[in-house]
């Protein structure tokens, strides 16, 4: 018997009529003899309620319990799923993270999926149940709840599938897939109907929502297919998948990333950048692009943060500033934009014009970081999306 | 370690600036050198509105998954209690109860407590200063949800207590117990004791202070309930074995949307009789006020709840479906009306004290415990026979 694994984000569940219309969809591929395990997310606007909820009550909330609040969300969902689905005559029973054996390290709001226990699971397929579960949540070897950070049910569902052996993982959203660039600020972005794991990957990380980048790299090193397609609208589709090198040169997608904080220490110790990492670690804040130079009379480390998945920005800034000083320089509000493809820095000649580009445009680069796969520049956020347009035109459009 | 158990129900948590108040509420409480193990109900109206949106996918109810939705709302009302404890500097937790390790059996949104050890909870009061559990909810041996019927918060609060062998207090937007319903008497007092076995009645004769099952295991186990009100620091009253003052009516308590059944001119035969109440009961389906009278045929009548009568029609016609010449009744517009006190059990006089007290008032039917007299009236002399009774036995 072949398991598919689906995912419904949070638009396709928004409310009990979606709800019912999924239910539907789940009962045509269960009656074409599938089984079938269903991971979703919150309905609509929940998590951001619940963490306005949060706000309103602390000024820095646990980590922990941020947690237990926001998982409620997808509990919500599965539940009423199944009960639609009953309302169909599908047999179905809904799993939390952890009844469904999502097992988690203890990084409370941007956990990673350590391993999946998935018996459970496969005992209730095995009775011919649908199997719904909450996406975005797992539990710890504490056995506290942990969630997988903005996006984390498509890792929820791409890990299943790879627990599971499923024949295929699918991704429903509101989009029919990946684009050349956020279709919602650029109208003419390309649909991109395959994209490799690698690229995928890199766009996740660099911001593209479409899918989870956790997600992608638990489907790479399962070699299962991502299909990511719109709930409500059939037709185009983006497989996710080993794409052999070679067949795609130059930029495939422009994507960018807002409220990033870039932050430096000046020092003249290695010790005191250890002990600023230290720091972070043990408040579990994610940094990237992280720099180290050595600058007259001592030493300079920068990297960014992201702080889409930290729920207390302002608590951690003043214990920052508290415990390092004045030798340490946080700067909000920006955003970065990369551009992605397979060997795009073979040469220079990408980075040179785009570099140029923005010389032209007078726009101030704050950073440059280049992997093999990604050119990105730190910039102010107001100027972001005008420089996801220029550079969609130069490199997807080719309007010169 | 002294350790507190509180619960808070749903209208003290019902927003972010109570459940902060609330907050402030347990850290004075700290200050007495206290552990607390703190149980929460789900914010407000959140129960009533997950029942909504489940009927709106689906109009089978699954209990299962209800259970999987409804305790959600606690598990909010908890983390966010928690988040609002560490705002003001106290360590403090949220557990589910998958965490804080309550066993029930797996009887969906009627589940029972089976075992409850709290070894988690007690290690971590060691590090934490307030742990804030999850009411109203219990899990499996086999991790499944489930839930303890509505008012089940209660419930939980009342077996931690046992678990920890601590002090049970019960925060609601009620100061305490009162002799009957403040909201139909507003003269009503508050009681400062009630026994265990008079808040039983009173529980189940429908005053919503305490979840009955709650008062059961209080009482299986003596641990003294205090019931007081969330934000205010007016003295409430204890739940406990004995009450020091010894009134013999303690209390009156109202039932509204009673169905009499009432079927006269059967056959006698014990049988028929034993017969008619175990199809009753076995479709779950709870009757009161019985009364058997045999003269010359055999006359019963018992009462149910408005919204079932329709159930209990079909089941009795089922079962007398071959009986000819008997008639039968249903009287709808009831109100049952009971007072109950434990020195009824040592005092005479009580029941003609009551009569008179009634004697304006049509009585359609009258039944009698060890500690309650009931009367069934029209709705319509509810309040004459409330306000009556209430002179006649001090309430």
């Given at each position: 018997m072949s398991i598919i694994v689906q995912k419904y984000g949070g638009s396709s569940v928004a409310d009990p009529e979606k709800i019912k219309k999924i239910a539907q969809l789940i009962s045509n591929?269960?009656?074409?003899?599938?089984?079938?395990?269903?991971?979703?997310?919150?309905?609509?606007?929940?998590?951001?309620?619940l963490i306005e909820l949060a706000k309103q009550v602390s000024s820095g909330p646990p980590k922990r319990e941020m947690d237990m609040?926001?998982?409620?969300?997808?509990?919500?969902?599965?539940?009423?799923?199944?009960?639609?689905?009953?309302?169909?005559?599908?047999?179905?029973?809904?799993?939390?993270?952890?009844?469904?054996?999502?097992?988690?390290?203890?990084?409370?709001?941007?956990?990673?999926?350590?391993?999946?226990?998935?018996?459970?699971?496969?005992?209730e397929l095995e009775k011919g149940k649908v199997v719904v579960v909450g996406g975005f949540q797992g539990v710890s070897y504490r056995r506290d709840i942990t969630t997988l950070g903005r996006g984390g049910s498509d890792t929820t569902a791409v890990a299943l599938a790879a627990g599971l052996n499923a024949e295929r993982c699918e991704i429903y959203s509101d989009v029919d897939g990946v684009y050349s660039a956020d279709p919602s600020i650029i109208k003419d972005a390309k649909h991109l109907p395959e994209i490799s794991y690698e690229q995928m990957q890199e766009m996740s990380e660099a911001g593209a929502k479409v899918l989870n980048a956790q997600a992608v790299q638990f489907a790479k090193e399962a070699q299962i297919a991502i299909y990511a397609r719109s709930t409500f609208q059939q037709g185009r589709e983006t497989i996710v998948r080993k794409f052999p090198s070679g067949l795609s040169k130059g930029v495939k997608?422009?994507?960018?990333?807002?409220?990033?904080?870039?932050?430096?220490?000046?020092?003249?110790?290695?010790?005191?950048?250890?002990?600023?990492?230290?720091?972070?670690?043990?408040?579990?804040?994610?940094?990237?692009?992280?720099?180290?130079?050595?600058?007259?009379?001592?030493?300079?480390?920068?990297?960014?943060?992201s702080e889409k998945n930290i729920y207390n920005v302002e608590k951690i800034e003043s214990e920052l500033t508290a415990e390092f000083g004045n030798c340490l320089k946080i700067?909000?509000?920006?955003?970065?934009?990369?551009?992605?493809?397979?060997?795009?820095?073979?040469?220079?000649?990408?980075?040179?014009?785009?570099?140029?580009?923005?010389?032209?445009?007078?726009?101030?680069?704050?950073?440059?970081?280049?992997?093999?796969?990604?050119?990105?520049?730190?910039?102010?956020?107001?100027?972001?999306?005008?420089?996801?347009?220029?550079?969609?035109?130069?490199?997807?459009?080719?309007?010169? | 370690?002294?350790?507190?158990?509180?619960?808070?129900?749903?209208?003290?948590?019902?927003?972010?600036?109570?459940?902060?108040?609330?907050?402030?509420?347990i850290s004075k409480k700290l200050k007495e050198k206290a552990k607390l193990v703190v149980v929460v109900s789900a914010m407000g109206k959140t129960t009533d509105n997950l029942i909504k949106l489940a009927k709106e996918v689906s109009n089978k109810s699954v209990p299962r998954e209800l259970d999987m939705l409804l305790t959600t709302g606690e598990q909010v009302s908890a983390s966010l209690l928690a988040m609002a404890l560490n705002d003001i500097g106290i360590k403090s937790k949220s557990l589910n109860a998958f965490q804080a390790e309550i066993m029930t059996t797996g009887d969906y949104m009627q589940a029972r407590i089976k075992n409850l050890k709290a070894k988690r909870i007690k290690d971590l009061l060691k590090e934490n200063d307030a742990l804030i559990v999850t009411g109203f909810q219990g899990i499996t041996e086999d991790g499944e949800i489930t839930t303890l019927g509505r008012g089940g918060s209660d419930t939980s609060a009342v077996a931690l207590a046992v678990a920890l062998n601590a002090k049970c207090e019960i925060y609601s937007d009620v100061a305490g117990i009162y002799t009957t319903d403040p909201r139909l008497h507003p003269a009503a007092k508050k009681l400062k004791y009630i026994t265990y076995d008079e808040m039983l009645e009173m529980s189940s004769l429908g005053a919503k202070v305490l979840h009955s099952r709650s008062v059961e295991i209080?009482?299986?186990?003596?641990?003294?309930?205090?019931?007081?009100?969330?934000?205010?620091?007016?003295?409430?009253?204890?739940?406990?074995?004995?009450?020091?003052?010894?009134?013999?009516?303690?209390?009156?308590?109202?039932?509204?949307?009673?169905?009499?059944?009432?079927?006269?001119?059967?056959?006698?035969?014990?049988?028929?009789?034993?017969?008619?109440?175990?199809?009753?009961?076995r479709e779950g389906l709870n009757v009161d006020m019985i009364s058997v009278i045999s003269n010359s045929g055999l006359n019963i009548s018992f009462t149910i709840v408005e919204e079932k009568k329709s159930h209990v029609a079909k089941a009795l016609t089922l079962i007398l479906k071959d009986m000819k010449g008997f008639n039968i009744h249903y009287n709808s517009g009831y109100s049952k009306i009971s007072i109950v006190g434990i020195g009824?059990?040592?005092?005479?006089?009580?029941?003609?004290?009551?009569?008179?007290?009634?004697?304006?008032?049509?009585?359609?039917?009258?039944?009698?415990?060890?500690?309650?007299?009931?009367?069934?009236?029209?709705?319509?002399f509810k309040e004459k026979a409330v306000k009556a009774l209430v002179t006649a036995f001090d309430l």
């Open positions: 591929v269960k009656k074409e003899g599938h089984d079938v395990a269903v991971v979703v997310s919150a309905m609509g606007k929940t998590t951001d309620s609040l926001l998982s409620t969300g997808e509990r919500i969902t599965m539940s009423l799923l199944c009960m639609a689905l009953n309302n169909l005559g599908i047999d179905s029973v809904s799993l939390t993270g952890s009844q469904a054996g999502i097992i988690t390290n203890d990084r409370h709001n941007d956990a990673r999926v350590i391993e999946i226990r998935p018996f459970r699971v496969l005992d997608a422009v994507v960018y990333e807002n409220d990033i904080s870039k932050i430096e220490y000046f020092n003249n110790d290695d010790e005191k950048s250890i002990s600023l990492l230290r720091f972070l670690e043990q408040r579990q804040i994610p940094i990237k692009e992280f720099n180290y130079s050595k600058v007259e009379n001592g030493n300079k480390i920068s990297f960014l943060v700067e909000h509000g920006f955003g970065t934009v990369s551009l992605i493809g397979d060997g795009i820095n073979k040469d220079n000649t990408i980075l040179l014009e785009t570099l140029s580009i923005l010389q032209k445009e007078k726009v101030k680069i704050h950073g440059v970081a280049t992997t093999s796969f990604r050119i990105s520049f730190l910039l102010e956020k107001a100027l972001v999306k005008n420089t996801v347009l220029l550079y969609h035109n130069r490199w997807i459009e080719e309007k010169v | 370690m002294k350790i507190i158990v509180q619960k808070y129900g749903g209208s003290s948590v019902a927003d972010a600036e109570k459940i902060k108040a609330v907050a402030v509420k209080a009482k299986k186990f003596g641990i003294t309930i205090y019931c007081g009100s969330t934000f205010s620091d007016e003295e409430g009253s204890y739940v406990m074995k004995n009450n020091i003052e010894q009134p013999i009516v303690s209390g009156l308590s109202v039932m509204d949307h009673q169905t009499q059944v009432t079927l006269s001119n059967l056959p006698m035969d014990n049988n028929l009789v034993q017969q008619i109440f175990e199809k009753v009961a009824m059990k040592s005092s005479s006089g009580v029941a003609s004290k009551f009569f008179k007290a009634l004697e304006k008032v049509p009585l359609s039917l009258v039944t009698t415990s060890e500690i309650k007299i009931s009367c069934l009236v029209e709705e319509k």
